[in-house]
C-alpha cells in the first residue's frame, strides 16, 4: 500500500528572493536525488530556476514533515524562425507515495490554463522523457502526443522540434530522427522494477521502449504536445474522468 501524501503547497519560483532559494534548492535536491541520479545540484538548481523562463511554479508534496515529490511548470517565450510559446517542467516522487498523487492534475492545469491565455498562438509543451512512466502519463490525458504510435509526426512539427532543440540547447543522442538526447537524469529503480516496465502490455509504453530503449542510461526522448484546442479538450475530459475514476474507486 502507498504511503499518505498530508499536505500540498504551490511556489511561484519566481518570488523566492536569491537568499531564500539556495535552502529551498538544498531540500528539493535532496528529495531529487532519492529519485534520480546523474544530476549534480548545480545543473538541477539551473533547471529548477531556469533563466529563459518568464515565470514558472512548483507543487510541493509532504507528508508528516519533509517533502516527498514535486512539479516544477516554466514558460517560455521563444522567438527563432518562428514565435512559440513553450511550457516545459520537471517532476519526480518517492516510489513509496506514487500511485495517487496531484502531479499529474497540477501539471495539466498549469499547462490548460497557460494554454488558453494564450489563444491563437503556438503554444507546446516540450518534454525530453527519460522514463516510459512519463510517455504513457501524457499519452493518457492527450490525444495528439508527438512522437506518436498511432501517426506519423508531420514535417511542420520536426521543423518546430529542431528549432526548440536548439533554443533549449538540447543535446542529440543518435540520429537525428531518433528524437533521443542526452539527459543525464537516471530514475533510481530495482531490476524487478525496470523488468516490470519491459513487461507492460500497453501500446504506448511498448512504443516508447522501442523508441528509447537506452532511458535507464539517462537518455530522453524529446516529445512535444501542441496545445491545440482540441487537444485542451482531451485533457480536460480525461483529468474530469480519472478524478471520477478515483472518486469512486472505478
Not at 129 to 145: G, Q
Request: charged share 20%; with cysteine.
Amino acid at each position: 500500500m502507498n504511503r499518505q501524501i498530508n499536505n500540498h503547497k504551490t511556489i511561484k519560483l519566481d518570488s523566492l528572493k536569491e537568499s531564500q532559494r539556495t535552502d529551498f534548492i538544498d531540500k528539493l535536491y535532496f528529495v531529487n536525488n532519492k529519485i534520480f541520479s546523474g544530476v549534480d545540484r548545480q545543473t538541477f538548481s539551473s533547471y529548477i530556476f531556469n533563466p529563459k523562463a518568464t515565470s514558472q511554479k512548483v507543487m510541493l508534496l509532504y507528508n508528516e514533515t519533509a517533502i516527498i515529490g514535486y512539479c516544477a511548470v516554466h514558460f517560455f517565450k521563444v522567438i527563432a524562425n518562428n514565435k512559440y510559446h513553450v511550457i516545459r517542467a520537471e517532476a519526480g516522487i518517492l516510489p513509496e507515495y506514487r500511485g495517487n498523487s496531484p502531479l499529474s492534475g497540477f501539471m495539466f492545469i498549469e499547462i490548460f490554463k497557460y494554454a488558453l491565455r494564450h489563444a491563437f498562438r503556438n503554444v507546446y509543451y516540450l518534454g525530453t522523457l527519460v522514463h516510459p512512466s512519463s510517455y504513457h502519463n501524457f499519452n493518457k490525458f492527450c490525444d495528439l502526443v508527438y512522437p506518436s504510435l498511432n501517426q506519423e509526426t508531420p514535417q511542420i512539427i520536426i521543423n518546430q522540434i529542431n528549432e526548440l532543440v536548439q533554443y533549449f540547447d538540447i543535446k542529440r543522442h543518435g540520429n537525428v530522427e531518433d528524437l533521443t538526447c542526452d539527459v543525464g537524469w537516471c530514475t533510481r529503480e530495482e531490476a524487478d522494477e525496470q523488468l516490470r516496465w519491459q513487461q507492460r502490455k500497453e501500446e504506448d509504453i511498448k512504443y516508447y521502449l522501442r523508441r528509447n530503449p537506452a532511458y535507464k542510461d539517462g537518455v530522453g526522448l524529446i516529445t512535444i504536445i501542441p496545445c491545440t484546442f482540441i487537444n485542451l479538450l482531451s485533457v480536460l475530459k480525461n483529468l474530469f474522468t480519472a478524478a471520477y475514476r478515483d472518486e469512486n474507486h472505478i
